[in-house]
């Protein structure tokens, strides 16, 4: 096997390795994700320990309907005081809002989630819109294994800014979380709760995309999502498989006319 040869093989493998990690990319963002850690304590050594973390995201249709129009997204995610953000701004049809919790410590027993709730609130005039997670509370876990809150599953951005009373062209939402949780002190007998009231976590600018979906049409939006469209990522893959059999063509058509 010659040089050449080897290399065109190197190129194919490689080629194929490629559209297949851009293949299996699916077509959704994630915006930010991060943690908070929250302490509890009494005077018997008992200890409380929350960790929440937070996932949010969104997705587009490559057949946008009318019922559901794109909006341009720009996330940051707010955490213990920084602010860890995730630039990035992204046309979307839905939201997707998730809190893991979280529960450990020391001479406790028996940890619940007691309560939780997520207040999406529009900047402009501070009208808002309480969450309650899809799962039903409480919730009695193990001290060390992580839950899931889901307040918002591919809901549609469109909604979920009538149900905030904002606008529903452009608005920017906060979202506070409010958690309550309990667990029984092992050298006290008493219930210890940590309640976390509120807490500023996401942020999201929204603004309506000009180029709205028809039914059945393939909505042309910005190069951000535009990319994650599976018919394009297919189309892109084929055309890096031709371009490389093609150089591998003429590479074989050299070596034939230099024998």
Known sequence: ????????????????????????????????????????????????VIDVGVISGGRWSEKAQISNPLYEVSGS?????????????????????????????????????IDAKLKAVDSADSSYKLYSPSQALPISTSLGTPNTLTFLNNYAISTHLTDCSASTTSAKIKYYFYLEVQAVG???????????????????????????????????????????????????????????VSVAHYIKKKEVKGN
């Open 1 to 48: 096997m010659n040089r050449k040869l080897k290399i065109v093989i190197g190129l194919v493998i490689i080629g194929v390795v490629i559209a297949g990690l851009y293949l299996s990319t699916p077509a959704s963002t994630k915006w930010f994700e991060g943690a908070n850690r929250y302490i509890f304590s009494n005077e018997y050594g008992e200890t409380l």
């Open 77 to 113: 995610y707010i955490s213990g005081g920084t602010n860890n953000s995730f630039s990035g701004v992204a046309d979307q049809e839905v939201l997707s809002i998730s809190f893991t919790v979280t529960i450990s410590g020391t001479n406790i027993q028996s940890p619940q989630i």
């Open 186 to 244: 092992s050298k006290s007998g008493q219930t210890l709760t940590g309640t976390i009231n509120y807490d500023l976590y996401i942020v999201l600018q929204f603004t309506k995309s000009s180029e709205e979906g028809t039914t059945g049409v393939e909505t042309s939006i910005g190069v951000a999502s535009w990319i994650n469209s599976p018919t394009v990522r297919i189309s892109i893959a084929i055309i890096i498989g031709i371009a490389i």
